[in-house]
């Protein structure tokens, strides 16, 4: 695979996506959360290269999540109001779309390896961790069979 993505550690991409947890926090208008996830959606497409191949229906979750708090959001608003919907849904899918896009990149047994080692993390959160997305890989992949 090409692409900065395809070459970075696990920890790093674990890094950029809690900073772009803090920085869909900071979405306050409606046209600057637009600009802003365009502009983050045409860098994660740079970032992830032209050889890069990601699964989009994992992009679905997040798809669902913008949605239902765009939704909820403007249901449960006295003065109902679509821009604060909207900004709402964006102030998810912020994180929640390129969070998706970098873990796919994500190897379960380095991020292990990262993560006992590097961080000196104890062993069962770690196990669970590498399970986890290891299990999440063997669910695509079986999906994929029953599909066939």
């Given amino acids: 695979m090409s ?15 809690m900073l772009l947890l803090a920085g869909g926090l900071s979405l306050s208008g409606l046209r600057s959360g637009l600009v802003a996830f365009g502009v983050q959606l045409l860098v994660v497409v740079l970032l992830v ?4 191949r990601i699964p989009w229906w994992r992009l679905l979750p997040g798809v669902l999540a913008f949605g ?14 679509v821009d604060a919907a909207v900004v709402a849904g964006l102030r998810v899918a912020y994180f929640v779309v390129p969070g998706i896009v970098f873990a796919s990149f994500i190897d ?12 000196r993390m104890p062993g069962r959160p770690v196990l669970a961790t ?7 890989d063997a669910f695509g992949e079986d ?4 599909q066939r």
């Avoid at 692409?3 to 996506?17: K, N, Q, T, Y």
């Avoid at 999906?143 to 029953?146: C, F, I, Q, V």
Wanted: charged share 10%; with cysteine.
């Fill in 3 to 17: 692409g900065v993505l395809a070459r970075c550690g696990p920890l790093s991409l674990l890094a950029a996506s």
């Fill in 49 to 52: 290269g032209r050889g890069g």
């Fill in 68 to 81: 239902s708090v765009a939704w909820s959001n403007w249901l449960l608003a006295s003065p109902r109001a």
């Fill in 108 to 119: 379960p047994f380095t991020l292990g390896d990262h993560l006992g080692q590097r961080l």
């Fill in 130 to 136: 590498v399970a986890a997305l290891q299990r999440l």
């Fill in 143 to 146: 999906w994929d069979t029953l």
